[in-house]
Structure formats: structure tokens, C-alpha cells
């Protein structure tokens, strides 16, 4: 399978241009350390060349794992699965930024709130909309989206 119509044919281009140009660099070092008399300058071209092979070993495997997932769908699925089914887990766990996550996942805006009755009615995010409708078999309005 070819990674071009996943990762685009230009960035193929430059990742195997840039494995190309190290490879080069390394060939260049291996070159230099070769001629090289002093022991000191050879370990420095050795260093350089283990160096240079880290680099091509990490661009060669950007190379191959551009286009697969680093998550099944499963594992990507489940976690807002989770969290519309039962917020009020993640809410009680009493982390203070999972709770700041809660807020901005389940309301659109700021939390209102009046002295005189407490707080104000939200405006729920469109995932908690849509369950609302389901849960009152009632069906969504038109291609806006809106419920």
C-alpha cells in the first residue's frame, strides 16, 4: 500500500529526500573518520555518525507510520462513550481539570448565575442536544443541525 494518497506525495517527497540527505551526510563522516589519524576526531566522527543514523532510523519510521492510526476506532470511540453516558462519573472523580473538562464539554457557554434564583438555565453542547431529542423520541430540525 502506497502512503502517498494518506500522507500527500509532497511529504513523501521531502522525508525521502531528507533520508536521502543524511544518508549522504553519514557517507561524507564515514569518509572524513577514515582519513582521520587522531583518536579523539575519530570518536567525534563516530559520535556524529551514530548521530546521523538515529536521525534516518526516526525520519524512515515517520515515513512508514504516516498513515496508520495510533488508536483502533474502538479505543478512540469509547472515551466520548464514557463521557456522554455518565458525567457525572468524571465530575465526582474530584480532579479540578477534569471537572473544568466536564464544563466545557457538556455546556456551550459560561455557567449563569442570579443571586435571587441560583443558576440560569445553560445551553448544553450539541452531543447532550441530540441525546435530549433521543431520549424524548423526538427528531432533529432540518440540515442546520438544530434541535
Not at 480532579?95 to 442570579?114: I, N, P, R
Request: charged residues 25%.
Amino acid at each position: 500500500m502506497s502512503l502517498e494518497p494518506l500522507f500527500g506525495s509532497v511529504g513523501i517527497r521531502i522525508l525521502r529526500k531528507r533520508v536521502s540527505e543524511v544518508e549522504k551526510s553519514i557517507a561524507d563522516v564515514v569518509d572524513r573518520a577514515a582519513n582521520a589519524g587522531n583518536p579523539r576526531v575519530i570518536a567525534s566522527y563516530e559520535n556524529r555518525i551514530a548521530e546521523l543514523e538515529r536521525q534516518k532510523f526516526v525520519l524512515e519510521e515517520r515515513a512508514r507510520n504516516s498513515g496508520k492510526p495510533r488508536m483502533s476506532f474502538g479505543q478512540v470511540f469509547e472515551l466520548p462513550v464514557r463521557f456522554l453516558s455518565n458525567p457525572c462519573k468524571i465530575w465526582n472523580s474530584g480532579q479540578l481539570e477534569l471537572q473544568k473538562l466536564v464544563l466545557k464539554l457538556a455546556f456551550a457557554e459560561h455557567l449563569s448565575y442570579c443571586r435571587e434564583t441560583g443558576f440560569r438555565t445553560p445551553k448544553k453542547t450539541i452531543p447532550f442536544n441530540v441525546l435530549g431529542v433521543i431520549s424524548e423520541g423526538g427528531e432533529m430540525d432540518g440540515a442546520a443541525g438544530e434541535i
